[in-house]
Antibody
């Protein structure tokens, strides 16, 4: 059973950089057709996709956050990480890491994708 | 603003059928996936692709799509289905950028 666990500071000062790590257990981060993603949710609001990384290092970022976001992967530690720079109070949220799976049948035909495993989430508050 | 639009709230009587919709241009080209989120918990994938349920998801959950609208249907809603539901797909550029709908709060009466 794959498990994801976020870790990092729960409090970050404005203008500083938010740094979180997601540790994957129960499977190798390098195996399969998976992208490793970050998603956040401000209190009482909806989900926002931040970005993702493949184990090759290829990344995709939300255009609204792209200038401030860096996602990296450390396959030796089975971890991937998020850095969000120049944070403000608007970045206060529960941050989730998740595995995005692409589904293929035995013929290699793609038939969908989804975030099939999630971490429990970690609250990051931006405040002085 | 979200490129996927959901009704903020929907209600259903216990045991009845409810449809939750998600609209967006990208849905003409890409599948939606659906997530159930209960208070204080991480989201759970309930539907992906055309109409596929991960292991452990009850068969009362089903998905469908037509044009620019994807739907999640719960047939015979149970009290435990009361939750927030989010759709997710790629953005309209098709560049593998993710986007979530604003979410629908489902109340089971």
């Amino acid at each position: 059973q794959v498990q994801l666990q976020e870790s990092g500071p729960g409090l970050v000062k404005p203008s500083q950089t938010l740094s979180l790590t997601c540790t994957v257990s129960g499977g190798s981060i390098s195996s399969g057709s998976y992208y490793w993603s970050w998603i956040r949710q401000p209190a009482g609001k909806g989900l926002e996709w931040i970005g993702r990384i493949y184990t090759s290092g290829s990344t995709n970022y939300n255009p609204s956050l792209k200038s401030r976001v860096t996602i990296s992967v450390d396959t030796s530690k089975n971890q991937f990480s998020l850095k969000l720079s120049s944070v403000t109070a608007a970045d206060t949220a529960v941050y989730y890491c998740a595995r995005q799976r692409y589904y293929y049948d035995s013929s290699g035909y793609y038939y969908g994708e989804g975030f099939d495993y999630w971490g429990q989430g970690t609250l990051v508050t931006v405040s002085s | 603003s979200s490129e996927l639009t959901q009704d903020p709230a929907v209600s259903v009587a216990l045991g009845q059928t409810v449809r939750i919709t998600c609209q967006g241009d990208s849905l003409r080209s890409y599948y939606a996936s659906w997530y159930q989120q209960k208070p204080g918990q991480a989201p759970v994938l309930v539907i992906y692709g055309k109409n596929n349920r991960p292991s452990g998801i009850p068969d009362r959950f089903s998905g469908s799509s037509s044009g620019n609208t994807a739907s999640l249907t719960i047939t015979g809603a149970q009290a435990e289905d009361e939750a927030d539901y989010y759709c997710n797909s790629r953005d309209s550029s098709g560049n593998h950028l993710g986007v979530f709908g604003g979410g629908t709060k489902l109340t089971v009466l």
